[in-house]
């Protein structure tokens, strides 16, 4: 399998991108035509680019297939959205089998990339229509996101999910929270929402002061998640195009 891994490792970064999915898939096809999913390769690919950038490695369950449907409302529906609460984010985590240390861990790997300003303007001006920015959000933060993301401005325009730390895999993400820095309010919530006091706060002041235990908790939370209904055996399929279902 080292032609496997010298093509992972070419092509992924701090973030994986649908073109490097691509890229990735051409190079293992022309090596080994339908064997690795890209349930796998993004699998791989997501834990590599943990790796590279600081971060921990675990050992990813080969042998997964991928699926014969997309489905855009259930994903809309199923997935934590960055304006929902603290109690609607972790009832979706446990619908699946996550608990509330998965859901401080896994939100912890926005210490890489970036979001949409579309994603966090609704904190900048009139939030909750106070008339005001959102009070968990630093002041300063707000100045320099209002420069960026302007009323009626871009709202594909981006900002980095972890102020300070743009590409370092480490826990400066929740250093962040601590000092209202949390660029999305999902972000936010986990300390400084009502709810966070009896659930998230505490996880979050433990992986401030201990790295360590943060990167254990991801490598767990990351493998319980590549675990929820896996599609093995003659289930489903091998893509031969990652954007798309075989014909």
Request: glycine share 8%; with cysteine; aromatic share 6%.
């Amino acid at each position: 399998m080292v032609w496997f891994r010298v093509a992972m490792h070419r092509f992924v970064r701090t973030e994986v991108t649908a073109r490097m999915v691509d890229s990735i898939k051409t190079a293992v096809e022309s090596a080994c035509n339908g064997v690795v999913s890209c349930a796998d390769i993004i699998a791989i690919a997501a834990r590599d680019a943990v790796l590279l950038s600081g971060g921990p490695t675990w050992k990813v369950l080969l042998g997964k297939r991928d699926g014969l449907v997309a489905n855009q409302s259930g994903a809309n529906s199923g997935l934590p959205s960055p304006f929902e609460s603290l109690d609607v984010i972790t009832t979706k985590f446990v619908a699946v089998g996550l608990n509330l240390t998965d859901v401080v861990s896994l939100s912890g790997a926005h210490t890489i990339g970036q979001a949409k300003c579309q994603l966090f303007s609704n904190r900048l001006f009139n939030f909750s229509g106070t008339g005001a920015p959102d009070a968990t959000l630093d002041a300063t933060v707000v100045s320099d996101l209002q420069n960026l993301c302007p009323l009626n401005g871009d709202g594909n325009k981006t900002a980095p999910l972890d102020r300070n730390s743009i590409d370092l895999f480490d826990n400066h993400y929740y250093k962040n929270l601590l000092d209202e820095k949390g660029l999305l309010s999902s972000d936010q919530i986990l300390f400084s929402s009502d709810e966070a006091v009896a659930t998230t706060k505490t996880r979050v002041e433990q992986y401030i002061n201990d790295s360590t235990l943060f990167f254990a908790d991801f490598v767990n939370s990351m493998i319980k998640m590549g675990n929820i209904h896996p599609l093995t055996g003659s289930s489903g399929e091998i893509r031969k195009n990652c954007r798309v279902v075989n014909s």
